[in-house]
């Protein structure tokens, strides 16, 4: 977030959009399809529920304003600042006990226009506002990013110089220390203090892309995803997931620093995370839905009728339906008298020919 320049070159200031204002406006004058304004009414629920993040659809902004939407997509470390900035004064005017209270607010944009296939990332698209959609793998543990760092300088005669670095922003992907000390103008070593540094809250994720998007004999392919913040555990291995941010190349190794080689893997700095479908444990079942599961198992072709409801339009395979019926019901873990454990869920391996409509059975 560092990465914008503060200052505009000279000559280009008068004729600059001033994108914060046009961001602030939309935020107090967009009215939905019967009238209401929503974004008042979103913010109102933020700052009640005390939420860091105000959530925004991006068809709101291509309605409001053309430009603003392309504003977006071809310059997003620019505009989601400009946007967090003018939501962090829209809620000092409009909600001024949490603006107090509130710390750092994020705009967080969701339901792009365009959503691209994991494999269909290139590196045109770096630096860009994009969406992608897959299966979530692999979660790290969460870990904290120092954002802004609480520096000592310790004079030759002994005095203690204490400031915050950067003054403006975010620490980038480095620890950076000034040049010179801020208090005192001089060089000279600048001691970190970790406790009165800030941090923020950081995980990794991997997604990878949904299995009917892999072409017919490939291996399926993944792309990392950083989580900051309130976004921060918002998705579990297994869950579907709509993600947006900026696509973004880190080096592939750690060695690659020293060894110079300018070959980079992409990333996602994600701006919102939208879990599709969420793991099966997650499913409430209530006493509605347990009755008429009782009253469904009374039913004597209720084994035949559950085989017939899998992938209805191919025809036959009714003892490879089967398997997959009982696939998706698992069984009973056991545990053994000696404690060993027998698992509950079934794996199942489906073998034959191309073109037997192996893969349509398994979706
Ligand atoms: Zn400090
Ligand atoms: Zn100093």
């Not at 490939?218 to 869950?239: K, W, Y």
């Not at 559950?306 to 696939?327: C, F, H, R, V």
């Amino acid at each position: 977030m560092s990465r914008v320049a503060e200052v505009p070159p000279a000559g280009v200031a008068e004729e600059a959009v001033d994108w914060k204002i046009k961001f602030y406006k939309f935020l107090q004058d967009f009215r939905d399809t019967s009238g209401n304004f929503k974004y008042r009414e979103r913010v109102f629920r933020m700052a009640h529920m005390m939420q860091k993040s105000l959530v925004v659809d991006f068809s709101d902004i291509i309605l409001y304003d053309r430009a603003l939407a392309r504003h977006i997509e071809e310059e997003p470390d620019q505009a989601l600042e400009e946007f967090s900035s003018a939501l962090a004064e829209y809620l000092r005017k409009e909600q001024p006990e949490y603006a107090e209270v509130a710390g750092r607010v994020y705009a967080r944009i969701r339901q792009p226009p365009r959503v691209l296939k994991i494999r269909e990332l290139t590196s045109d698209y770096i630096g860009k506002f994009v969406a992608i959609e897959g299966i979530v793998t692999r979660v790290t543990r969460v870990e904290a990013k120092l954002v802004k760092a609480h520096y000592v300088h310790i004079t030759p005669e002994g005095a203690l110089h204490e400031f915050d670095y950067p003054e403006q922003g975010e620490m980038g992907e480095r620890i950076e220390k000034p040049v010179v000390c801020p208090v005192c103008g001089r060089t000279g070593r600048f001691e970190l203090v970790l406790e009165k540094s800030k941090f923020l809250d950081w995980q990794k994720i991997v997604v990878q892309e949904r299995p009917e998007e892999i072409p017919p004999g490939q291996i399926p392919r993944s792309i990392e995803v950083v989580l900051t913040g309130d976004l921060v555990d918002s998705a579990r291995p297994g869950d579907r997931s709509l993600i947006t941010g900026i696509l973004r190349v880190m080096p592939t190794q750690a060695v690659q620093k020293a060894s110079g080689r300018s070959v980079f893997s992409f990333y996602i700095e994600a701006n919102h995370v939208d879990v599709q479908q969420k793991v099966l444990e997650e499913i409430e079942i209530t006493r509605e839905d347990e009755e008429k599961i009782r009253e469904l198992a009374k039913d004597p072709w209720i084994r035949e009728k559950i085989i017939a409801s899998i992938a209805p339009s191919i025809y036959g395979y009714y003892d490879i339906k089967e398997a997959i019926a009982l696939l998706l019901f698992g069984g009973v873990p056991k545990l053994m008298f000696d404690g060993t454990r027998i698992r509950g869920d079934i794996h199942v391996l489906l073998v034959g020919d191309p073109g037997t409509a192996k893969s349509q059975l398994l979706q």
